[in-house]
């Protein structure tokens, strides 16, 4: 049985998934929450990911190929439906006690800006469709691990509603959609450079993101 | 038979390197014992049942060179979670249905390996101690001797979040404990004590707790001075109550068609199973099994006050 690109990618890269779901920090915080000055450390770190989501997509979706013009589309539909969302962080962090002001001048550790460098780098030198790893592995972050996640956080800090968990909440929901049209422009690509940086970079991710998490 | 094809054939297997299994030869018996640990959650992993499937492939193409193969788990408490469920959540959010079906195609071909091993020339056994449930307790199904310690337990939670068993549950259940104990056990979604399950006839043996190395060492003394004639039977067993690949695989594809349709309430049970997985790895004195007991308690609470049974529904 040859499964279509999505179904590959998932089993190249499970070990990465695993690696990152059963480190301590991460099963920890999946399972118990976590202090509340390391959840604001957290969305801090957050912030400059979600801020640069759409500027890592639009570098891709301008290099790419005319003959992936499906993924640029998919790219520009994405970016639209992103864009704003670094606001529910400033609004969570805000709902937890850091000031807007405070969240952005916050300057992002070296993992956030080895993931974020690591980004525009692959969308640029590597291969546009490295973007499609990018969303993988924060899709899978927020709509498989981003449920839990938030209810563990809403337990540990007694959080009322959607109050301070807005961001990581509803990404859980709008990315299990995301997550059916990702797999669907995924099995357009048939390059194989292209399916090779898109698992390079899905590896990448889930490693930066779980140092992320481990430096909090 | 050609010995130093043999010896080369267990070389390749034992060097190996195995993320998530552990091996050790008996030579006086030609048993492999293979110890499964796939940590923090001792679940069957793609990694997990890659190795298995592996170790099982080397075996099967040397005949004569494994006459015993049991397995066991190294991990404190548990035997086996049953199905990576993060990765089920991944595939049923992401709408996958080829990879839900290569995922339980996988877990049928480990199955079936077990119920084809007399014809291999292989005794099975395997030893429970802790907790093994949905995938983990399917998995136990087909070996030929299945001992259990008193304090092990295990059933198919699957139910509870709206899936059922996939992976040869029914066939395996149905041919060991009858039809009635399959339905109760399946539609439930309870948990059994091992005495219970012995009871049933899913379990071989039950032993105290920490005598489970010395029943193994029994059970294949016992069975290898008569390894031919009991392979002879136990592949008369199979032809008696006959369980086909293709009533699994049609099994595995109702079980992805259903996956599929789990709804976001059915998913976050999974995800609160998943979330007890991880309190437990973590060395909370709770796990999935009491997160179990206490979805069945919803569950019933749900029955006693709306006066809708899992039964009610299914008629």
């Not at chain 1, 049985?1 to 999946?30: I, K, N, Q």
């Not at chain 2, 802790?130 to 008193?150: A, N, Q, W, Y």
């Not at chain 2, 001075?225 to 695989?249: H, I, K």
Request: proline share 3%; hydrophobic share 45%; glycine share 8%.
């Amino acid at each position: 049985m040859t499964l279509p690109f999505f179904g590959d990618l998932v089993v190249r890269t499970d070990t990465s998934r695993r690696d990152f779901e059963t480190h301590p920090v991460v099963m920890d915080a999946v399972a118990s929450g976590m202090s509340v000055q390391r959840y604001r450390a957290l969305l801090l770190e957050l912030y400059h990911v979600v801020w640069h989501f759409n500027p890592v997509c639009a570098a891709a979706a301008s290099r790419m190929a005319d003959d992936l013009a499906s993924v640029r589309y998919f790219l520009y539909e994405h970016m639209h439906e992103e864009s704003g969302h670094e606001v529910w962080v400033r609004n969570d962090l805000q709902a937890i006690g850091v000031a807007p002001a405070q969240t952005e001048a916050h300057a992002p550790g070296v993992n956030t800006l080895a993931l974020n460098g690591y980004n525009y780098w692959a969308a640029d030198r590597r291969h546009p469709c490295s973007v499609l790893g990018m969303l993988y592995a924060l899709e899978v972050i927020a709509s498989v691990y981003g449920g839990p996640f938030a209810s563990a956080i809403k337990e540990s800090l007694l959080l009322e509603g959607e109050q301070g968990v807005s961001f990581i909440g509803s990404h859980a929901t709008l990315d299990a959609k995301h997550m059916a049209e990702l797999r669907q422009v995924l099995n357009t690509v048939h390059d194989e450079a292209a399916r090779a940086a898109v698992v390079e970079s899905v590896q990448v991710n889930f490693h930066h993101f779980t140092r992320i998490v481990e430096a909090l | 038979m050609n010995a130093p094809e043999r010896v080369g054939g267990l070389q390749q297997l034992l060097g190996r390197p195995y993320r998530t299994i552990r091996l050790e030869w008996t030579s006086e018996l030609r048993q492999l014992r293979v110890r499964t640990c796939v940590r923090p959650i001792q679940c069957y992993s793609l990694t997990a049942m890659g190795e298995l499937q592996q170790v099982l492939a080397d075996i099967a193409a040397e005949p004569g060179m494994v006459r015993h193969f049991v397995m066991t788990s190294d991990v404190p408490g548990v035997f086996n979670f049953g199905g990576d469920l993060a990765l089920f959540v991944l595939l049923v959010r992401a709408g996958d249905i080829d990879s839900l079906r290569l995922y339980g195609q996988r877990c049928v071909d480990l199955i079936w390996w077990m119920e084809n091993a007399a014809r291999l020339g292989v005794h099975t056994t395997v030893m429970v101690q802790g907790d093994t449930l949905g995938g983990g307790l399917e998995s136990v199904l087909p070996f030929h001797k299945v001992i259990f310690e008193r304090g092990a337990q295990g059933g198919f939670p699957e139910v509870l979040f709206n899936l059922f068993p996939g992976m040869g549950a029914w066939d395996f259940t149905v041919r060991k404990a009858g039809f009635r104990v399959a339905n109760e056990m399946i539609l439930s979604g309870r948990l059994y004590r091992a005495e219970e399950l012995q009871a049933f006839g899913l379990v071989d043996l039950v032993v105290d707790d920490g005598e489970g190395e010395a029943a193994i060492e029994q059970v294949v003394r016992g069975v290898d001075p008569r390894l031919r004639g009991t392979l002879a039977a136990l592949q008369a067993r199979s032809m008696a109550a006959p369980v086909s690949y293709d009533s699994l695989m049609a099994i595995v594809t109702l079980w992805s068609d259903a996956a599929l349709r789990l709804t976001d309430r059915d998913l976050r049970l999974m995800e609160r199973l998943a979330r007890a997985q991880a309190r437990k790895a973590g060395g909370a004195d709770e796990g999935a099994v009491e997160e179990i007991k206490r979805m069945e308690l919803d569950t019933a609470w749900e029955e006693t006050h709306t006066g809708i049974t899992a039964w009610g529904e299914l008629h």
